[in-house]
């Protein structure tokens, strides 16, 4: 019998872990690609022989990949060698004080007695109970929602009493910690959704457990060598990558998606998989008048995530001590969250983060020199913030900052430097409003109420990558190109044992 075809329309994480998935599964995998190289967010940026990770740093939760590796008979640890960061990253506040944070927990109650005495202790609290949160919050992380009624499941009914889905994280927090900067210590990873830790809702407190239960890896080549990896074993699995392809266009029969075209090929087959930026690709690719409940209007009534400016620096030197991951909260950090989040403006005291990788490894750049990521979050696109006209005082306010980690004399050490700003996230990275993490995950754009991962208003359809259920981070990407391939795989016949199998 003739296997089955599938066309992926994008290499980024979700697009390469389903790849590999439908192929272990024997179908005819193609995967198109508009840029000139794979990997979308999770791509690397090359510089005069500097590399540079282009959005992800923190590679969290392996276990999700583990088991998709694994169940293509594959080991990720050998495939992309990693390392655990101890210390995990540096806090400091803008306020007054510096935590190094790390998955010791006598080492962390030692530094928060300096730092917060009353509470020393909690952080076991906290750990133990979203050990128990994370246990109850798998199934439904793993499995996919496509109707209201998926909320009366057991699982999630079982689940319901440990999330409090209407407390916001900060308010999670604060039930743990007195000291408002453990508070953000432990809340601030809500940004990695692109949100601010006061509007996330509390079960996202499973964020910060992860990082010290289950590590901050760093793997080496950075989190883009993992994307490549991947895509290197699709094809030895037989999957045909096409690079430097945009769709451009879809053929659309009763309903039912039958190919895409691209300036070069037209590719027609039993399923797709889009993995592209789900705004951005809808309003492009699928005719409004076709959408009921993700027309061009109700898309831009969404609430979306926060962007980031972005500055890639190869320097002379390295900043031996500088952890491999620092984040400077700004002292005016309630403002700076508003500024990013309802007043859509630039904040003049913002919060910056600035990975220090060569710390680790030194592979990602030439002898006598390193890489800085430094990463603002700044509002999306919005009419009230002109980057042709604000992007250079931006860059010179974020250098300024960096005095406050100790970089106060980057600017004389720069050799190379790229920037991206949010119209470049939109225009480059074809990402709807520059949202880099994709639709806000609050209650009502989350579960079923974010785009399905058997896509409702197009047959033949799956969605992977940030914009579907469970959401944008790579642990959860994984977990949708594993949701989408089992439910592409059984409505083509085909059997999933195999991601069972792998399942630990
Ligand atoms: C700055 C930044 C920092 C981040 N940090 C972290 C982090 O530390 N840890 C973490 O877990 N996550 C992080 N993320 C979030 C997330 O993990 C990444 O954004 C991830 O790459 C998103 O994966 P994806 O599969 O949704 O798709 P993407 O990476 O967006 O890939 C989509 C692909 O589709 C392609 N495409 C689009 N349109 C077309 C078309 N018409 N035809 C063909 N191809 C098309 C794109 O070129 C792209 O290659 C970060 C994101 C950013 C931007």
């Known amino acids: 019998m003739k296997n089955k075809t599938v066309t992926i329309v994008g290499a980024g994480p979700g697009g390469l872990a389903t790849a590999m998935q439908l192929a272990q599964a024997g179908c005819d995998v193609t995967l198109v690609e508009r840029r000139d190289r794979v990997g979308g967010r999770t791509s690397a940026i090359e510089i005069d022989g500097f590399r540079f990770d282009c959005g992800p740093t923190f590679f ?168 490549e990896r991947m895509a290197e074993i699709a094809q030895e699995m037989g999957v045909k990558i096409r690079l430097d392809e945009p769709v451009e266009s879809i053929e659309i029969e009763d309903g039912r998606l039958t190919a895409v075209r691209t300036a070069e090929n037209r590719y027609a087959s039993d399923a797709f998989v889009i993995n592209a930026d789900f705004a951005d690709w809808m309003s492009k690719m699928v005719p409004d008048d076709l959408r009921r409940r993700w027309t061009d209007k109700e898309l831009a009534k969404k609430k979306f995530s926060c962007s980031t400016f972005m500055l890639y620096l190869g320097i002379d030197g390295l900043y ?27 904040s003049t005291d913002p919060s910056v983060y600035v990975q220090n990788a060569c710390v680790t490894d030194p592979t990602l750049a030439p002898p006598g020199s390193s890489t800085l990521y430094i990463l603002v979050p700044v509002t999306h696109q919005h009419e009230n913030v002109d980057w042709s006209v604000e992007a250079d005082a931006f860059r010179e306010k974020t250098l300024d900052q960096l005095a406050e980690i100790g970089l106060g004399d980057v600017r004389e050490r720069i050799r190379v430097e790229h920037r991206i700003t949010p119209d470049d996230w939109q225009n480059g990275y074809s990402i ?58 059984e409505d083509l016949g085909i059997p999933t044992d195999f991601l069972d199998a792998a399942k630990t």
């Open 60 to 227: 969290l939760y392996p276990r999700v990949l583990s088991e998709i590796f694994a169940s293509t008979g594959r080991d990720l640890m050998d495939e992309v060698p990693m390392e655990r960061l101890d210390p995990q990253y540096r806090l400091t506040f803008g306020g007054g004080g510096q935590l190094d944070c790390c998955p010791d927990m006598d080492e962390m109650d030692r530094q928060i007695a300096n730092f917060a005495p009353a509470d020393v202790g909690q952080l076991r609290k906290y750990m133990d109970a979203n050990r128990l949160k994370l246990e109850k919050f798998r199934p439904i992380l793993e499995s996919p929602f496509s109707s209201p009624l998926d909320l009366l499941r057991r699982d999630v009914l079982a689940a319901a009493s440990k999330l409090h889905p209407f407390r916001s994280l900060g308010k999670e927090l604060e039930r743990y910690f007195s000291d408002p900067r453990l508070v953000i210590a432990f809340a601030f990873q809500a940004k990695y959704l692109g949100m601010s830790p006061f509007n996330c809702p509390s079960l996202f407190s499973i964020l910060s457990f992860l990082e010290y239960e289950h590590g901050v890896f760093h793997p080496i080549g950075g989190c883009s060598r993992v994307s």
């Open 432 to 489: 709807y409003k520059g949202a880099t993490f994709n639709l806000a995950h609050n209650l009502g754009q989350m579960l079923h109420r974010r785009p399905n991962n058997r896509f409702e208003e197009l047959d033949g359809v799956y969605l992977v990558g940030g914009g579907t259920h469970p959401g944008s981070g790579l642990p959860v990407i994984y977990e949708s190109s594993r949701i989408s391939s089992r439910l592409l795989l």
């Open 320 to 346: 031996e001590d500088l952890p491999h991951h620092s984040i400077h909260i700004s002292e005016t950090y309630d403002q700076n969250l508003r500024d990013i989040e309802s007043d859509h403006v630039l």
